[in-house]
């Protein structure tokens, strides 16, 4: 092999390994491209109870804490992650971010989203509001707002439990923060909230029966009184002190 021969050979097997280098690359490119335009969907998840079961009693019993977020709250987390299916845009939404603005979600799905979006933004709500060593009354800037409102808090407490009492069929009662800054008692049906109108929730109960007829069967008078003993304000005050 003369010296030009030589160098020929050489060049032809360096444009031969850079041709399959090039491709290499373009081929791990392409399949990097095509991971992440099939990411996983993102999925929404149960929200672990920061107490046992049983914490809660004698005012609420492990029976009925376990159905309420085993059963009912999964089944809210379920059905909105089949709902969101076809709309991955949506996926990485909160379900307080659906249920706040529900002209986004698509119509096809949107009563879907509406029911259980809202089923678990409640319970999330309705569970981290509560605490083996709640009860008592609230504290600071809270305390306040509600002896300006109600007149004092044994007023507000019979206004709440009534308004909780008196709701007609499955729902929740709320203490909220309206667009005026001022608190107000509420009732909503099914598994609707403040958060679609524009206003703060501060404090939630729920009225749905599955929340209590184990303990107190239809004396939802009973649940309500009970409740009272596991309210969480100083988790109520930094709800109400955190921006809108």
Known sequence: MNRRTFIQSVATTAAVASAWTKAGLLQQSNA?????????PVMHTLTPLPYAYDALEPYIDARTMEIHHTKHHQTYVDKLNAALEKYPELQSLSSVELVSDLTR???????????????????????????????????????????????????????????????????????????????????????DSPWMGGRKPILVLDVWEHAYYLKHQNRRADSIAAWWNVVDWDHAERKFNAPS
């Not at 809202?118 to 981290?128: E, K, L, S, W, Y």
């Not at 407490?157 to 005026?180: I, N, R, T, Y």
């Open 32 to 40: 990097a491209v095509s991971h992440s335009a099939h990411k996983e």
């Open 105 to 191: 979600v698509p119509e096809d799905v949107r009563t879907a989203v509406r029911n259980n979006a809202g089923g678990d933004a409640n319970h999330v709500m309705f569970f981290t509001m509560l605490t083996p060593k709640g009860g008592g009354r609230p504290v600071g800037k809270l305390a306040g707002a509600i002896d300006a409102a109600f007149g004092d808090f044994a007023a507000f407490q019979q206004k709440f439990a009534a308004a909780a009492a008196s709701h007609f069929a499955s729902g929740w009662a709320w203490l909220s923060v309206g667009p005026d800054g001022k608190l107000l008692i509420e009732t909503t049906p099914g598994h």
